[in-house]
T-cell receptor
Framework: EAGVAQSPRYKIIEKRQSVAFWCNPI?????LYWYQQILGQGPKLLIQ????????DSQLPKDRFSAERLKGVDSTLKIQPAKLEDSAVYLC???????????????FGEGSRLTVL | AQSVTQPDIHITVSEGASLELRCNYS??????LFWYVQSPGQGLQLLLK??????LVQGIKGFEAEFKRSQSSFNLRKPSVHWSDAAEYFC????????????FGSGTRLLVRP
């Protein structure tokens, strides 16, 4: 079974430029998450989708970050314009909770490392 | 406020020694509890999880964790550490509702001395 795919793995941009990250979850997984992991910190949830609807985007800086999951499958996270403090690893995860957390493990991709200069 | 605390930023142990990584949570009710491991350049991998029942949970790679309600803790243990266990370990919690939201602690980096 293929895992969660993310691209690009690495991206270096200047501040005020834009960047987009792509995530393809495990086939059949209804829930998709984007996390931001700043160096030395734990992952912080940015946005959570259930199929193609947003469940939680309370910690997404909406003035510069946007995310979509148009067909309920893959997803794109965009940052425009980027700031220095956006330097982080952006992790995508997916899960298929079957009526609860009993089998609702999150499967993570390897992440996309962003450096903003 | 809901929070997950991992008080140790770094821990160094000798290979073959025992290990305990601490995790405390603050929640209105007992949440679901998880431990994840992140090796350099890799994604997060689930080690074990606690939902209910037996408070001692067995996971992969020889890890176990014990839930203590009175202490709001979920500490991770391993009786004998291997050099390949060097990684970052994250405790995480999820509320017992239908949000399926996972909240992580700040992590503990494990270094293993040969």
């Amino acid at each position: 079974e293929a895992g969660v795919a993310q691209s690009p793995r690495y991206k270096i941009i200047e501040k005020r430029q834009s960047v987009a990250f792509w995530c393809n979850p495990i086939s059949g997984h209804a829930t998709l998450y984007w996390y931001q992991q700043i160096l030395g910190q734990g992952p912080k949830l940015l946005i959570q989708f259930q199929n193609n609807g947003v469940v939680d985007d309370s910690q997404l800086p909406k003035d510069r970050f946007s995310a979509e999951r148009l067909k309920g499958v893959d997803s794109t996270l965009k940052i425009q314009p980027a700031k220095l403090e956006d330097s982080a690893v952006y992790l995508c995860a997916s899960s298929f909770p079957q009526g609860g957390w009993n089998t609702g493990e999150l499967f993570f991709g390897e992440g996309s490392r962003l450096t903003v200069l | 406020a809901q929070s997950v605390t991992q008080p140790d930023i770094h821990i160094t142990v000798s290979e073959g020694a025992s290990l305990e990584l601490r995790c405390n949570y603050s929640y209105g009710a007992t949440p679901y509890l998880f431990w994840y491991v992140q090796s350099p350049g890799q994604g997060l991998q689930l080690l074990l999880k606690y939902f209910s029942g037996d408070t001692l949970v067995q996971g992969i790679k020889g890890f176990e964790a014990e839930f203590k309600r009175s202490q709001s803790s979920f500490n991770l243990r391993k009786p004998s550490v291997h050099w390949s266990d060097a990684a970052e370990y994250f405790c995480a919690v999820a509320p017992m509702d239908s949000s399926y939201k996972l909240i992580f602690g700040s992590g503990t980096r494990l270094l293993v001395r040969p």
